[in-house]
């Protein structure tokens, strides 16, 4: 009797682990972009080392490149020299080393974390690396999927393998329906305030049970995705008909009699019944509610209609509230917004960007808020335009952009200024992470919509 | 990476909790295509303040904690993003271990593969080195044991083949390459699975 995790683990195993030796694990698909791939390169080039499996590697740029259409497809230079320097030096290694790069320019390029699964090279069973922390979206498929240093892009490069200790197992076990306005989104933002930000330290989470089988394949990803903000380096969720669905039509997912082949391999990967997990939660769907953050981590997190506690005496806590200009006892609701960012590798998929265009639609963005909607990939823009969103999303007054990760992370020239409120899609509410003193609040693109609307943090159920 | 055996070194302390690794390096900084150079960026929102003069209020701009190589910080340390511009940063700067009584596992394999020593010690030991910054401490790679000015003496856990890395100043590539045959033999056990 074993778990999901074990399954896909032994099956990846070159060497298992001793009590002196970590395994040696194979990867079957190496992710890589702009940021986290220099130095690595690097390595290789200082070792006179070949990529050993350029066929098993997919490239593409998302952290640093801006979504302005005019830095992308115009001719206006890439504002920020350096990340203009990294996209170079990528073209230049994948072109050397011999890796398919989706690059600036392409129709097929997103963010990393949203380009594998839509051209269905994240598959079932598999394991996925890539130098960033979100690569437990592809958990989703039922893959072992997790985020890696320079160092270890390093390793999979030359050897197309890693070393490393097994992790433990977690079920997190959800039953129920989550009620209508309530979202994949604020169901791991629920899982997350739970178990706390280090509650999956050393663990890979299973998300099972009735309400994660209702979901479909982009919120599927939505959860996994944050798995590593409740400090677990991988989530997954067993394969199924809403995953082969997904991937049948995908242009890389096998085909014809490999198609039925493959079918038959990913219909095993299921947790046995009776398989025991070293850890379990149970959460109650249909009792959670839209969740906002209030805090500086993704586990200071609130039911949308709930107060802010009060934990006088907590220093770490105070400095937090005090960062985000808050106070115990404070209502979250009505509380003003400058910045609405919908979009990331957590909710930037077309599942969100309907969301939030059923909010926006023949509404207005509110005085003096700005509402920057970013599609997760190039595909994701396409989709979202013969949808009709786009055009929604302009009427209502949004910055409608190129893809990328954008506002997520304030490395690309889409930031939040500084003591600004930012309620976004994105993944993590760390101080700075969208600019230099920005305050950021996660939550659905629900919220966020609803949000951008009221001009204040605004519970999406009343716009729905 | 240079061998790490011992570390003898006063601390600095940095109390809070759940500090993630975009207050050790801010994303703005991982534009950088080298490893290099970064310890002027560790912890830089923190540590300057708006006007890009230090804040001389934040510990490690404190004139008592220059040429500490030893951070003590509060729980779940590294956590967030996988960068590895935060171990690279704080190396630069001249640290050499980080204690807390958690660690997060991304950024725990990073500090190993580059040579810091990140520490886990109990809740008793922690709450000790966070309300005496400055202690002289020292670090024992090889037995595992950290031993506190106090002269009370914790081990920390630390596995064979990692603790040989760091007194060896071994790189991990070396090892995996050397297992090329049993990769080799993998792939071709499996040449069904789907390449990209």
Same mark, same amino acid.
């Given at each position: 009797?074993? !778990?999901?995790? %074990?399954?896909?683990?032994?099956?990846?195993?070159? &060497?298992?682990?001793?009590?002196?030796? /970590? +395994? &040696? $694990?194979? @990867? %079957?698909?190496?992710? @890589?972009?702009?940021?986290?791939?220099?130095? +690595?390169?690097?390595?290789?080039?200082?070792? *006179?080392? /070949?990529?050993?499996?350029? #066929?098993?590697?997919?490239? !593409?740029? %998302?952290?640093?490149?801006?979504?302005? !259409?005019?830095?992308?497809?115009?001719? &206006? /230079? @890439?504002?920020? #020299?350096a990340a203009a320097r990294q996209v170079r030096q990528l073209e230049q290694n994948a072109a050397e080393f011999g890796i398919e790069l989706f690059g600036m320019r392409d129709a097929r390029r997103g963010i990393v974390h949203v380009i594998s699964p839509e051209l269905g090279t994240t598959q079932p069973g598999m394991t996925i690396v890539c130098g960033d922390s979100h690569t437990s979206t592809h958990g989703a498929f039922g893959a072992l999927a997790f985020g890696i240093g320079t160092t270890e892009v390093g390793h999979v490069f030359a050897t197309q393998a890693l070393l490393q200790r097994k992790p433990k197992t977690f079920a997190?076990?959800?039953?129920?329906?989550?009620? /209508? *306005?309530?979202? +994949?989104? #604020?169901? @791991? $933002?629920?899982?997350?305030?739970?178990? *706390?930000?280090?509650?999956?330290? *050393?663990? &890979?989470?299973e998300y099972r049970g009735s309400a994660i089988r209702a979901l479909s394949m982009d919120e599927r990803m939505t959860v996994c995705n944050m798995s590593i903000e409740a400090g677990a380096r991988a989530g997954m969720i067993a394969p199924d008909d809403t995953t082969f669905a997904y991937l049948e039509s995908k242009p890389r997912a096998p085909k014809g009699r490999d198609w039925d082949a493959a079918l038959e391999q990913w219909r095993a990967l299921r947790t046995d019944p009776g398989a025991v997990f070293d850890r379990s939660v149970d959460i109650d769907a249909a009792q959670l509610e839209p969740m906002i953050t209030y805090g500086t981590n993704p586990g200071m997190v609130l039911p949308i209609g709930a107060a802010i506690p009060d934990k006088a005496g907590d220093e770490v806590f105070a400095k937090a509230l005090k960062y985000m200009g808050f106070h115990g006892g404070d209502a979250m609701l009505g509380k003003p917004v400058d910045v609405v960012f919908i979009g990331s590798c957590t909710n930037g998929r077309l599942d969100d960007l309907q969301a939030a265009a059923q909010i926006l639609r023949g509404r207005k963005v509110a005085p003096g808020v700005r509402l920057l909607i970013v599609p997760g990939s190039q595909a994701i823009k396409r989709a979202a335009e013969t949808a009709g969103y786009a055009d929604i999303f302009i009427a209502a007054g949004a910055d409608w952009r190129e893809s990328g990760c954008s506002m997520c992370l304030g490395m690309n020239g889409d930031t939040v200024g500084a003591g600004q409120y930012s309620v976004s899609t994105s993944n993590r509410n760390f101080e700075g992470r969208q600019g230099v003193g920005a305050r950021t609040l996660l939550a659905s693109p629900y919220t966020a919509a609803a949000s951008a609307v009221r001009g204040r943090i605004t519970d999406p159920r009343e716009l729905l | 990476m240079e061998p790490i055996v011992r570390v003898h070194s006063k601390t600095v302390v940095i109390g809070s909790s759940n500090i993630d690794t975009d207050q050790i390096i801010p994303a703005r900084f991982l534009t950088t295509t080298t490893k290099s150079g970064l310890g002027k960026q560790l912890f830089a929102d923190w540590r300057y303040l708006p006007d890009g003069a230090p804040n001389p209020e934040f510990a490690l701009n404190r004139p008592e904690a220059q040429g500490a190589q030893v951070l003590v910080a509060g729980r779940n340390f590294g956590c967030g993003s996988s960068r590895e511009h935060a171990p690279w940063a704080l190396l630069d700067f001249g640290f050499r271990a980080v204690i807390s009584t958690e660690i997060a596992d991304i950024f725990r394999g990073n500090s190993l593969k580059n040579g810091l020593l990140p520490i886990v010690v109990d809740e008793t030991t922690a709450q000790w080195l966070l309300t005496h910054p400055g202690a002289a401490v020292d670090i024992d790679v090889a037995a595992g044991r950290l031993t506190l000015p106090t002269g009370a003496s914790v081990a920390f856990p630390l596995?064979?083949?990692?603790?040989?890395?760091?007194?060896?100043?071994?790189d991990e590539l070396g090892y995996l390459r050397s297992r090329s045959g049993d990769i080799e033999r993998y792939e071709a056990a499996h040449r069904e699975r789907t390449p990209t």
């Open positions: 009797m074993r !778990t999901l995790f %074990d399954k896909v683990w032994s099956a990846h195993e070159v &060497v298992a682990e001793t009590p002196e030796t /970590p +395994a &040696v $694990l194979y @990867i %079957d698909l190496h992710l @890589i972009h702009e940021v986290t791939s220099p130095q +690595a390169f690097s390595v290789l080039k200082n070792l *006179g080392l /070949p990529v050993r499996r350029p #066929d098993r590697t997919l490239a !593409t740029m %998302d952290h640093s490149i801006p979504t302005s !259409t005019e830095q992308v497809f115009g001719n &206006v /230079p @890439i504002k920020v #020299d997190v076990n959800v039953e129920g329906r989550l009620r /209508p *306005g309530v979202t +994949a989104k #604020d169901l @791991i $933002l629920a899982i997350i305030g739970r178990i *706390g930000v280090s509650g999956g330290t *050393g663990h &890979v989470l | 596995e064979a083949f990692t603790r040989h890395c760091l007194l060896h100043g071994v």
